[in-house]
């Protein structure tokens, strides 16, 4: 159970402020291997989650990697943290070397008792603004789980896809985006960590990173429609370095369904809105 009062954290606000430097945007268009958008040009969707990340000392860390709980987030001693999934609204783009701003709340709080023991679900409000615009309406599922051995049975299989891609996870790739992001999360980096401490079998693609590279997949495949809403929710762990793929299928006109998954089935279902 929770061992803190969630009243004196629902509601908590902070307000982060980044310049979206060209110099970051070319180290993730590297990480992508894609073309770097210039200056006033349009930040690429969900490239956003490589900035607003407040530092933290090196004392300010947990075991694990992530800044200690208890400050602006609740804590939660002693459990391992999730991306579990979120929503998103693209109401305007972000542009490349401009500043801009991200407002966050806390909205909900729920603990809840599933197959791995106790959950203690953490939900997000961003608004992301830049020149007085509001530009990305956003909510984010963060989930504490206590120590329990990951989900790591089959899957459903990957349904027919209408456009697809081949990704290869190496640690590269994941130590790049970890850096792109400063997330210091050491299931994506740290070997011993992942397998001794947590019980995976090698280490855990980024939940973000998949659903950026689904989405940048969709965009490929659709060039002339632009995303307005994008969900996305993790089913369960891509362990690195096997292979995975991206895809998706149109559902109805303005809407598609989107997944990532490997030989061994779904591992992230998304859904995507459109013009």
């Known amino acids: 159970m929770a061992d803190f009062d969630p009243a004196q954290w629902l509601g908590r606000t902070e307000e982060v402020h980044d310049q979206l430097s060209r110099n970051l945007v070319r180290r993730i268009a590297a990480t992508f291997d894609v073309a770097a958008p210039g200056h006033g ?16 000392d090196s004392a300010g860390l947990g075991s694990d990697g992530h800044p200690a709980l208890g400050g602006f987030m609740p ?4 459990r391992n943290r ?12 972000l542009r490349v070397g401009e500043e801009a701003c991200r407002t966050t709340r806390i ?15 953490v939900t997000l409000h961003h608004e992301y603004r830049q020149g007085g615009r509001l530009a990305i309406r956003e909510e984010q599922d963060i989930v504490y789980r206590e120590p329990s051995p990951p989900k ?13 891609e081949a ?16 997330n210091a999360h050491r299931i994506h980096y740290d070997w011993p960590y992942v397998t001794e401490a947590e ?33 996305f929710r993790g089913v369960r762990p891509l362990i690195a370095p096997a292979a995975f793929e991206v895809g998706g299928r149109s559902l109805e006109p303005g809407v598609a369904e989107l997944w990532a998954g490997n030989a061994s089935g779904l591992c992230q279902q998304a859904r995507i809105e459109y013009e």
């Open 75 to 78: 804590p939660a001693h002693g």
């Open 152 to 164: 790591l049975a089959d899957g459903e299989p990957l349904p027919e896809a209408q456009w697809r």
């Open 199 to 231: 019980g995976y079998p090698g280490l855990v693609v980024h939940g973000p990173l998949t659903a950026t590279l689904n989405l940048a997949a969709f965009v490929k495949a659709h060039p002339a429609r632009r995303p307005k809403r994008f969900s």
């Open 107 to 121: 909205a909900h709080i729920e603990e809840k008792n599933g197959r791995s023991g106790s959950l203690l679900f």
């Open 167 to 182: 990704i290869q996870p190496d640690p590269v790739l994941l130590f790049r985006y970890s850096a792109v992001t400063f």
């Open 41 to 56: 040009e349009e930040l690429p969707l969900l490239w956003h989650w490589c900035f607003f990340q407040e530092p933290v």
């Open 82 to 93: 999730m991306w579990a999934g979120g929503r998103l609204e693209f109401l305007a783009p």
